[in-house]
């Protein structure tokens, strides 16, 4: 199957002008691979799909394969693909596939960005946008050896002394703000431990805000980024310090799109419960032991208010029991039937049992996708797809535990979208696609 909506295992990138041409080279680079894959392993592979995304003037275009396709497979392929003309057979059946997709928001998002009207699509300008595709072609190394004309990316860093910062705010609440709980720092790199994630700071080139105010992303020239915000590590004046060292003459930028910081109203909370126990230690001076109790107790219950929150992509809710959930971006593609895909991400972690005598105890740590749904400007309720990809499941977290998955809708009314969350104790949370 050649889909247009992106699903399986990331094998190469490239960019293209942000024109019906550039999407039709784009498109051409999908089936193109599909074939190579069909000529090297001599079957039809079962999903082969492209995802474009707008990036100023140009269209940044992924393209995925499922089943994953082994390490000697996608180098031969890849190989075939390179050095196999594309025919005008093929040109044009993706002109005519083109032609057939509902291209009057592609056009508005052009004009959105100041883009003028673009001539009608023909092979030419096709194969303009192939070269540029072919010019900027990113492929995913899963050990697939040298292949000529595209060397490989991989610079060896040294492995230089690393102080430590730990996370003062719980694991789960820095994941959910997209932040690791402990990162390292060297003379020339930044480390997620965890994730074997390394940034070479000697070669970092932009420094991307997380919100507004708050933290940021560091990414070198090999489009390594690492999330970072010292204050949300202990001994965190000193990571920045050692940071602004190192970065000082590295752009800094604010994406239009970027939310609130939540960093300040999770360090306040934490600053709360500080300040509580204090307050209950003073207090056993002079109460009795039982009093105590009954007051930890009491300061230790989360607030039996459901919440009413309005958000953007990217944000994130903070529920009574200390539930988080974080609506993450979105991917569209255009079906054959002319409606819209969207794949929606969408990662919760655990807080703790409400303190209720109902069933409603722990319908913060019970999430599935019932508790979403997706509406357009005009109110029209989106329809769900249930099909075999990696879907959020409906699970019972246990407290502190997380997971993420995927929602994914199809709607024939695409504007002003909106992700709606609900649960049996009342919360109503809203995130806005802006």
Same mark, same amino acid.
């Given at each position: 199957?050649?889909?247009?909506?992106?699903?399986?295992?990331?094998?190469?990138?490239?960019?293209?002008?942000?024109?019906?041409?550039?999407?039709?080279?784009?498109?051409?680079?999908?089936?193109?691979?599909? !074939?190579?894959?069909?000529?090297?392993?001599?079957?039809?592979?079962?999903?082969?799909?492209?995802?474009?995304? %707008?990036?100023?003037?140009?269209?940044?275009?992924?393209?995925?394969?499922?089943?994953?396709?082994?390490?000697?497979?996608?180098?031969?392929?890849?190989?075939?693909?390179?050095?196999?003309? &594309?025919?005008?057979?093929?040109?044009?059946?993706?002109?005519?596939?083109?032609?057939?997709?509902?291209?009057?928001?592609?056009?508005?998002?052009?004009?959105?960005?100041? @883009?003028?009207?673009?001539?009608?699509?023909?092979?030419?300008?096709?194969?303009?946008? #192939?070269?540029?595709?072919?010019?900027?072609?990113?492929?995913?190394?899963?050990?697939?050896?040298?292949? *000529? %004309?595209?060397?490989?990316?991989?610079?060896?860093? *040294?492995?230089?002394?690393?102080?430590?910062?730990?996370?003062?705010?719980?694991?789960?609440?820095?994941?959910?703000?997209?932040?690791?709980?402990?990162?390292?720092?060297?003379?020339?790199?930044?480390?997620?431990?965890?994730?074997?994630?390394?940034?070479? #700071?000697? !070669?970092?080139?932009?420094?991307?805000?997380?919100?507004?105010?708050? %933290?940021?992303?560091?990414?070198?020239?090999?489009?390594?980024?690492? *999330?970072?915000?010292?204050?949300?590590?202990?001994?965190?004046?000193?990571?920045?310090?050692?940071?602004?060292?190192?970065?000082?003459?590295?752009?800094?930028?604010?994406?239009?799109d970027v939310g609130p910081d939540p960093v300040p109203e999770l360090?306040?909370?934490?600053?709360?419960?500080?300040? $509580?126990?204090?307050?209950?230690?003073?207090?056993?001076?002079? &109460?009795? /032991?039982? /009093?105590? /109790?009954?007051?930890?107790?009491?300061?230790?219950?989360?607030?039996?208010?459901?919440?009413?929150?309005?958000?953007?992509?990217?944000?994130?809710?903070? #529920?009574?029991? %200390?539930?988080?959930?974080?609506?993450?971006? &979105?991917?569209?593609?255009?079906?054959?039937?002319?409606? &819209?895909?969207?794949?929606?991400?969408?990662?919760?972690?655990?807080?703790?049992?409400?303190?209720?005598?109902?069933?409603?105890?722990?319908?913060? $740590?019970?999430?599935?996708?019932?508790?979403?749904?997706?509406?357009?400007?005009?109110?029209?309720?989106?329809?769900?797809?249930?099909?075999?990809?990696?879907? #959020?499941?409906?699970?019972? @977290?246990?407290?502190?535990?997380?997971?993420?998955?995927?929602?994914?809708?199809?709607?024939?009314?695409?504007?002003?979208? $909106?992700?709606?969350?609900?649960?049996?104790?009342?919360?109503?949370?809203?995130?806005?696609?802006?």
């Amino acid at each position: 199957m050649i889909s247009a909506t992106a699903g399986g295992a990331l094998y190469f990138t490239g960019l293209v002008p942000r024109t019906t041409a550039g999407l039709a080279g784009a498109l051409v680079m999908r089936t193109h691979f599909a !074939n190579a894959l069909h000529t090297v392993s001599g079957r039809e592979w079962p999903e082969v799909s492209c995802s474009p995304r %707008g990036m100023g003037a140009d269209l940044l275009f992924s393209i995925n394969a499922r089943p994953s396709v082994s390490a000697d497979l996608l180098r031969r392929a890849v190989t075939v693909m390179l050095n196999e003309p &594309v025919s005008d057979l093929l040109v044009d059946a993706v002109i005519d596939e083109v032609d057939a997709l509902p291209i009057w928001s592609f056009q508005r998002d052009r004009r959105v960005q100041g @883009l003028l009207d673009e001539p009608p699509l023909n092979r030419e300008q096709v194969r303009q946008a #192939l070269a540029e595709a072919t010019r900027t072609l990113h492929i995913t190394d899963i050990g697939i050896g040298e292949i *000529p %004309g595209y060397p490989s990316l991989d610079r060896a860093v *040294p492995d230089d002394k690393q102080q430590e910062f730990t996370g003062v705010l719980p694991e789960a609440q820095l994941n959910a703000a997209g932040l690791a709980h402990r990162v390292t720092i060297g003379n020339r790199t930044l480390r997620v431990p965890s994730e074997d994630a390394v940034v070479d #700071l000697d !070669n970092a080139v932009v420094r991307v805000d997380l919100a507004v105010g708050g %933290g940021y992303v560091v990414w070198d020239d090999l489009c390594t980024g690492i *999330p970072v915000d010292p204050r949300v590590y202990a001994n965190g004046a000193e990571l920045e310090r050692r940071l602004e060292e190192k970065l000082a003459h590295v752009p800094r930028i604010t994406p239009p799109d970027v939310g609130p910081d939540p960093v300040p109203e999770l360090l306040s909370q934490k600053t709360n419960q500080k300040w $509580r126990r204090w307050l209950g230690a003073g207090i056993a001076l002079v &109460v009795a /032991v039982v /009093v105590i /109790v009954v007051t930890a107790m009491e300061n230790s219950k989360p607030s039996l208010e459901p919440v009413q929150k309005r958000l953007t992509l990217g944000q994130t809710a903070t #529920l009574a029991s %200390g539930t988080t959930i974080t609506v993450e971006a &979105v991917d569209r593609a255009v079906t054959k039937d002319n409606e &819209v895909t969207l794949t929606v991400g969408v990662r919760a972690c655990a807080g703790e049992n409400l303190d209720t005598e109902d069933d409603d105890a722990i319908a913060q $740590r019970r999430i599935g996708p019932v508790n979403f749904q997706l509406w357009s400007g005009s109110g029209t309720a989106a329809m769900r797809v249930d099909d075999d990809r990696q879907q #959020l499941q409906t699970i019972t @977290l246990p407290p502190g535990e997380c997971t993420r998955g995927e929602l994914i809708y199809q709607t024939r009314d695409p504007d002003d979208l $909106r992700l709606g969350y609900e649960n049996p104790f009342g919360d109503d949370v809203v995130w806005y696609f802006r």
